[in-house]
Structures are given as C-alpha cells and as structure tokens.
C-alpha cells in the first residue's frame, strides 16, 4: 500500500532521516519506534506532504506522493493524526469531525459521523461540548476519530498514547486494536515501544535518522537488544 524508498530529509543544514526505505502493506499495523528526536514524526510529516524528501520516492496505492500537495494526499486516502492532537479547542466536537470530512462529498458525511460515534460512544455523548473542555483521552479519540471522518485507507497515528495516564492509553490502544480489526490499515509512531510492538504487525527501530532494525512486532518484542534499549530490560 505504501512504500518508502531511499528518502533523506533537512531541516536547513540538519539531516534528520537518512535514507530511510521501508513499507506498509494492506491489513498491517506498522510501527515507528525510536528515542525522542530519531525522526519519526519527520517520516510521517514527509509522507503526508508537509515535508519533502530531497531524495528516493514515496508511493501509495502504486502512484508517487513525491509532488502531491498535503490536502491532496488526504484525498487520496491518508489521514494523518498529529503528535499532540491538535483539535480545534473553541469548536464542539461534532464541528472537528465535520472538519474531518472536508474532501468528503456532503452526502456522505453524515454516515461517516454516525460510524466514528459507534466506534467512540464517548464521543457521541459529548458531541455538543466544545473540544477545549475535554480530557486529554477524549481529545485524543476526537483526533482519531477526525481522521476516520475522510474514511482514509492508511491512518497515520502520531503518539496517540503522549500524555495519557496509564489506563487511557491501554484504553487508546483498544481502539487502535480495534480499527485494525475493522479493516483500517495503520502506520503508528510511539514511543510507548511495549504497547505498539504489542498491536503490530511489524517494526522499524529508528536511531538518528536511520532504521536500525526491523522485524515483527513479537520478535522485535522478545530481542534482548530491543528489551533493554527500549522495554526496561
């Protein structure tokens, strides 16, 4: 479904991905693991069409993102939910996920709204509450469920778990379950390395730029090498 090949990004005279080459096929989940700073959000930014690659090639669906513009790339079938939510705080919640659908024809956004609110009830419930007013968990799904809203073919989830007590995340992480279940095809960067090799199909270990090593999320789970690096040994 999308595969990265060779690309190399700057911010000015920083080389932040070095490189890096890697896919993601119909049905997985695909984790992005790495320390703060490896350049995970910088790969999914890059895919989305908010950065570009100097060099290498992004397609999806077999047809190159390399030029495409971001609004484009959403209707084309990505969603992209970005590291710290980034709701829209002084609007409900109901108004952010119509915000989702805006490559949507009208018609059929009400029955995307009723699917995102079978998968998030809480949601449903405080439709009408401006988003501002909601925990950082419910933020978190209002951002997953605004992605859904363009009923994209890859989601791309950005530290879904960042800030959330324990708990929420394991909730956040039933949900990530849950919708690979459903069919939704996922490309998740985390640094909460247990949960995401837990859900994934396969990993890429990031360092500085570079993917280290890759595999399947349970072998990537029980290498020694991963366990104390980036598990708690």
């Not at 018609?107 to 079978?118: I, K, Q, S, T």
């Not at 990530?176 to 996922?186: E, M, N, V, Y």
């Amino acid at each position: 479904m999308l595969k990265v090949n060779d690309i190399n990004v700057y911010y000015g005279a920083i080389h932040a991905i070095k490189g890096v080459s890697f896919e993601v096929n119909d049905g997985e989940i695909v984790t992005l693991i790495g320390a703060n700073g490896a350049g995970k959000s910088t790969i999914l930014n890059t895919v989305s069409g908010l950065l570009r690659s100097k060099t290498g090639s992004i397609e999806f669906l077999d047809k190159p993102l390399g030029t495409v513009p971001a609004h484009k790339i959403v209707e084309r079938g990505i969603a992209h939910v970005p590291e710290g939510r980034r709701v829209f705080l002084q609007m409900t919640v109901e108004e952010n996920l119509e915000m989702g659908a805006y490559t949507r024809p009208n018609a059929g956004v009400a029955a995307h709204l009723e699917r995102v609110y079978e998968q998030f009830p809480r949601l449903k419930e405080r439709r009408r509450q401006i988003a501002g007013t909601l925990s950082g968990g419910e933020q978190q799904m209002l951002a997953m469920g605004r992605g859904l809203m363009s009923d994209p073919k890859l989601l791309m989830l950005d530290e879904p778990s960042m800030g959330l007590a324990p708990i929420l995340v394991e909730q956040i992480f039933e949900i990530i379950a849950s919708l690979h279940k459903a069919g939704t095809t996922i490309l998740l960067v985390e640094q909460n390395a247990r949960m995401a090799l837990s859900v994934a199909d396969r990993a890429y270990v990031l360092e500085t730029g570079k993917i280290a090593i890759s595999g399947t999320g349970k072998e990537l789970a029980a290498s020694d090498e991963i366990r104390k690096a980036y598990l708690g040994g």
